[in-house]
């Protein structure tokens, strides 16, 4: 279960239409939050609310210069979020299915 709740927390994250329209801005490469602010009818406590999000699920990192913070995206959770996503959508050997004596294709097998 802990590896799940680990890999989930990006997706979550995501599950917000702003904070996906953030990532893929940030796609572009590094922007300062004013930047991120002008794309949006948002205040700015807010708009930190949402990097505050992205950032403690991994997928986002903050660096601050001055009075300016800028965000980029953490490819080293990226690449973890595709592994995970490709891992749960795959058929595999260990799958949580296969131990289950209930699935569906031995109900079928028995009709």
Known sequence: MDYYLENTRVFKALGD???????DMLSCGELCACKILEKFEMSQSTLSHHMKLLCECGLVKARAEGKW???SLDENTIDKTKQ????????????????????????????
């Open 17 to 23: 239409p702003k904070r996906a329209m953030i990532v």
């Open 69 to 71: 913070t800028y965000y």
């Open 84 to 111: 995970f996503f490709c891992s749960i959508t795959s058929d595999k050997e260990n799958c949580i299915c296969k131990n289950n004596k209930n699935n569906c294709k031995e109900c079928n097998e028995d009709e």
